[in-house]
């Protein structure tokens, strides 16, 4: 009866072995344990590399993750204009930008692109440098074709800066732009756009200074833009 019950003990200490081979039960030294370097199926760090490090289990999310890491700067992105033509936003580097996804048919637009444009005709020339990225992720208030948002913003609105072609910036298809400004400076109730107009300042290394609410007007940071600016 006694060698029964140690057989069946000796068991239970196998069993508990095989399901969590990174202890050793009660220290017993005839237990091996298995290090997680392993990474058995259902470990942490088995899970955290197929999640994030671009292992073979999911190599596309893993890359993306590594990517936008990799990334250092603004000027390290290249984007599109409204022509489908690739811009390297290196171009701006030494420029005090402010980065704004835009629309056609928010209740802020109309107030927005005259102060945008105001901002842009004053500071243009000590360095400022305004970049619109159109998106109708939000209530479907931009549906125009590049085209017609490019037709729209420099009639109506006289925009001598720069309106790339209409992106998205939230979700699975966000420009990778995006995911870099909003990991940098994360708003109030998270990190992703609330709504059209919200403002990214960033400083002539290219970085990420301050983000505004799409309720924040251009004109209320006009101190913060002369300030990167170094205007008096």
């Not at 243009?124 to 017609?148: A, R, Y």
């Not at 609330?194 to 924040?216: M, Q, S």
Request: aromatic share 12%.
């Amino acid at each position: 009866m006694l060698c029964s019950s140690a057989h069946i003990f000796s068991n239970l200490i196998t069993q508990r072995a095989i399901l969590f081979p990174s202890r050793t039960l009660f220290n017993s030294p005839s237990i091996t344990s298995v290090s997680l370097s392993t990474n058995p199926i259902g470990s942490k760090s088995s899970w955290f590399s197929t999640r994030f490090c671009g292992n073979n289990r999911n190599p596309v999310l893993g890359s993306r993750f590594m990517a936008t890491q990799s990334k250092q700067s603004v000027y390290d992105f290249t984007v599109k204009d409204a022509k489908g033509q690739e811009v390297e936003l290196s171009k701006y580097r030494g420029k005090v930008l402010l980065i704004v996804n835009v629309a056609s048919q928010c209740g802020f637009t109309n107030s927005n692109y005259p102060e945008l444009t105001t901002l842009y005709q004053k500071y243009k020339d000590q360095g400022l440098e305004i970049l619109g990225f159109p998106s109708n992720q939000f209530n479907g208030q931009e549906p125009g074709s590049n085209e017609e948002i490019q037709e729209f913003v420099c009639t109506r609105f006289k925009a001598e800066y720069p309106v790339f072609a209409k992106v998205d910036v939230n979700g699975k298809n966000a420009e990778p732009l995006y995911n870099f400004l909003k990991s940098s400076k994360g708003g109030i109730l998270g990190d992703s756009i609330k709504w059209n107009f919200t403002k990214f300042l960033v400083d002539r290394e290219g970085k990420v200074i301050d983000r505004y609410a799409p309720t924040t007007t251009p004109l209320s940071i006009e101190k913060d833009i002369k300030k990167l600016l170094g205007v008096a």
